[in-house]
């Protein structure tokens, strides 16, 4: 199986060397757990090793996720000059359903052989289309992704998550992989952590381990335990 690199420091190694190629994962967490921050460096890990990628923001303005993003992360220096040479693209869409959506990634897939595609997030997609019709466009669109052969990474907001009762919502049926992303409440501070809750036709860890973001990237703590 060929597997896409995420180049997060720790989160290869527990994903057994990658996604594997032309799947979906999607990164489930509560408010500030770093969802953004680790799609954002999924996409430009891959851009700085020439594989373009497109990040799809459907709440937050183009601008503000790279003035973030740019503050969250100052080493990631060349930034601007991946944006400019394609290598790296960041969009707002107009239209928040499914189908707007495709129809966009279809474009720009096309139009600049995007291997690796981010969209941030599903909550907000989820909100444009009914419930029964839901589950059917969602599996559908995933589809299409892989029908053009890219990796993609989701986002979805979790209003309740803790290790003990995950609550689970279709998503969790529908897509290839989950990584789980907390904000652990210890006595007197929160803690990141995360482990892979699932991930179709490989295996991976099961560990619960911590992670950091810090100024060169995420840092996931692999073989560490949390306390
Ligand atoms: N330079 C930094 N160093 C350490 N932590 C940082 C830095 N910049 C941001 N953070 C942390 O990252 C968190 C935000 O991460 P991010 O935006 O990726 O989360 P999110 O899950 O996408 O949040 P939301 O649900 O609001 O979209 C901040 O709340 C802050 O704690
Ligand atoms: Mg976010």
Known sequence: MDRVKTGIEG???MLN??????RH???YGGPGTGKTSFAFEYI???AQQGEAGVYISLEETAEDIISNMKTTFPMFEDVEKLIN???MEIIK???LGLDGVAGILEDRILSNKIK???IDSLTIMKMTSGVDEYRPMLFEFLSLLRGLDCTSMTTLEASKINKETVEYDI???VMDGIINLYNLDRKDKRIRALEIFKLRGTNHSRDLVPFKVTPSGIKVYTGEKVF
């Open 11 to 13: 989160l290869d190694e």
């Open 85 to 87: 040479s394609k290598k």
């Open 171 to 173: 998503e969790h049926f």
């Open 25 to 27: 994962v999607t990164l």
């Open 44 to 46: 430009y890990k891959g």
């Open 116 to 118: 690796r595609v981010v």
């Open 93 to 95: 869409p107009d239209t």
């Open 17 to 22: 060397g990658g996604i594997p190629k032309n």
